[in-house]
Every structure is written in C-alpha cells, then in structure tokens.
C-alpha cells in the first residue's frame, strides 16, 4: 500500500503527462466505457484452469478436492493439444489440465512454472460474439480471433494475459 501511495506522490510531483499510476481495480478503468449490462452478466464463476504434468497423478494427490467434488473422466482433447478432468464442485468446477505431448501451447507453461499451477479463470457470459466486439473497441486484444469449442462444447475465447493483470481469462458462452 505504501508504495501505491509512494506513486502517486510522485506522480503529483512531476505532473500529469509524466507518470500515471495503475488502477487498482478493472471498474476504474472501464467505468467511462459503454458496457452492454446483457453482455456481461455473468452467469458464474465456470472453472479455475489449474495446469498439471499428469492428470491422473494430481488426482491421486487432491483427495480433499476429490472428496467434495464430482470427478469427471479424464478426456483428451487432441485439437487443443490438451488432456483434462473436470471436478464439479456445483456451482463451479476445477479443470486439472495435462499437455498432450512437447507440442502442447500448455507444455510451455508447465516448464516456465515447474511443474504447473493455476492457468486460467473462465466466466460465462450472455453472448460471446458481442463480448468479443467490446473488447475489440476496449483495445482488450483477445488469443484468438474468433470463438472456438472448448473443452465442454461451448465456444470460447481467451483474452490476452497482457490486457488481464497477467491472468489469463477465457470467456464461455453461457
């Protein structure tokens, strides 16, 4: 906190064209945007992405997420070069994520963060072609173009970590 208000002293200091503190939260920089309410009510947390080097070795080692939790079968998923099961909690689920092989977009994140972690938030929305338009005008780049089915179905689109704090986002169709 300290630092926070270390910036903006600073940035008072040598005025405003010279040093913009960040915001602290996404409703700061998005207030003045016009946002589409029917767009973004979001129907709910869908699932936490967690990247793992073996799927069936991390089930072995969360027996008190197992315990609590539906566990789906562990499904492979070739066009998205991963494998993954699905620990259904209710009202939100758990994605345990594996590459498929060296060719994997996740095997890279698996090398980079020894060994795996948390990969991915996903959050349904109302319509994914609309939300993908606001964030076009937002300047929020997005990883692919256009949606795709993702591991339920669904169409999905991820939005660029680089926009999101450093958190990747995929937004599902509700």
Known sequence: MASWFRAGRLAAKLGPSSVTPRALHSAQCLRNQAIDPRVWALGRLDHVGVA??????A????????????????RSHPEHGIRCVF????????????????????QGFIERNKGGGLHHICLEVNDLDAAARQLSDLKIRL??????????????????????????VELQQA
């Open 52 to 57: 793992v080097p073996d799927v069936d070795a």
């Open 87 to 106: 620990i259904d909690f209710g009202n939100s689920m758990l994605e345990l994520i594996e590459p498929l092989g060296e060719a994997s977009p996740l």
């Open 59 to 74: 089930c072995l080692y969360l027996p008190v997420l197992i315990l609590f939790g539906q566990v789906s079968e562990a």
């Open 143 to 168: 990883v692919s173009p256009k949606p795709r089915p993702g591991a339920h179905g669904k169409n999905v689109l991820f939005l660029h970590p680089k926009d999101c704090q450093g958190v990747l």
